[in-house]
């Protein structure tokens, strides 16, 4: 499968450090590279998992939180998901394996502030898709989002989970108030929560032609949905395309770290779009979780990533 991408990230013109990071990884059992694309881009039998993650914490800690997140996701999928048989797992097993691959990110964040009191209270929201079988398949912890641009339409996948998008839901808040509220950059989840984690799945059919984006709210916060479909629809390689967002957040402000993954779809085997179709966001199939691994795992998604360091 033929699927081409790109990845960018800056710091902003605020921030003093950058602590978004991202992932593209095939899932084959290479070593994950976080902040890094390979040169010659592989999909597997198993799929490509993307991933965008914004930390906080101050210092380094957000820096750390992000990075660490998405080294444990990447080491999760493939132990729990990629190293089996394409002809033994079920979509199932794959909701499975993302839920519990956020549970051990969280836990992995957590730990590491535990362990250092300079990162106290740091976290990390997590954006992630496994492209497999014909589908996206993500998961959603905190604000950082997933768009679909199928022409003529951009379609937000994920929903913010934020505290203006529960007054919103409550009534207490309309959706123009909550553009301008002081706190609608609070998140109601993130990874490194001492709280039981409740992160969002769904799935989306994807279609030939179809562009998917992540990307932190440092992007998404500059730059409106009618920009980002008017990029999009430009047709640009997506490096291209990235850079012109990224241009747009920078001239608004760059009042965050901006960060985006952008994947173009143009393989054959994918199915073309049908005239007039809508674009349905499918819930995931009830799921028996089972509780996340709380040693060896972890232990190794550690030394992974303290020698990256």
Not at 47 to 60: F, R, S
Not at 89 to 105: N, Q
Not at 235 to 257: F, I, K, Y
């Amino acid at each position: 499968m033929q699927i081409d991408y790109a990845a960018i990230t800056h710091q902003g013109r605020v921030r003093r450090n950058n602590e978004d990071a991202y992932l593209v990884s095939a899932m084959d059992g290479e070593e994950p590279l976080v902040n890094q694309l390979r040169r010659t881009p592989k999909v597997c039998q198993m799929g490509l998992l993307l991933a965008v993650a914004d930390g906080m914490g101050g210092a380094a800690a957000g820096e750390i939180a992000s990075r660490e997140g998405l080294a444990s996701i990447a080491v999760y999928m493939f132990g729990h998901w990629g190293r089996f048989p394409s002809t033994s797992v079920t979509e199932k097993d794959l909701y499975r394996a993302l839920m519990g691959a956020a549970d051990c990110a969280s836990s992995s964040v957590l730990r590491y502030s535990d362990d250092d009191h300079t990162a106290r209270g740091m976290g990390s929201t997590l954006t992630a898709a496994v492209i497999w079988n014909g589908h996206a398949h993500f998961i959603q912890v905190g604000d950082s989002r997933a768009y679909l641009y199928r022409k003529p339409d951009l379609i937000q996948l994920t929903t913010d989970q934020t505290l203006v998008n529960e007054l919103i839901a409550s009534g207490s808040l309309t959706p123009e108030q909550a553009k301008t509220h002081p706190q609608r950059s609070m998140i109601t989840q993130a990874l490194g929560s001492p709280q039981p984690l409740k992160a969002e799945l769904g799935k989306v059919a994807l279609r030939r032609g179809d562009r998917l984006l992540l990307c932190s709210d440092g992007l998404h916060g500059e730059v409106g949905d009618e920009q980002l479909k008017e990029f999009m629809e430009l047709n640009h390689s997506p490096r291209r395309t990235l850079e012109l967002m990224l241009e747009v957040a920078l001239e608004h402000g760059g009042r965050d770290n901006a960060t985006a993954l952008l994947l173009a779809l143009d393989d054959p085997a994918f199915p073309l779009p049908e005239a007039g179709a809508d674009i349905h966001i499918i819930p995931p199939p009830a799921l028996e979780l089972e509780p996340p691994e709380k040693n060896g795992l972890l232990s190794r998604v550690r030394r992974f990533f303290k020698g990256k360091s």
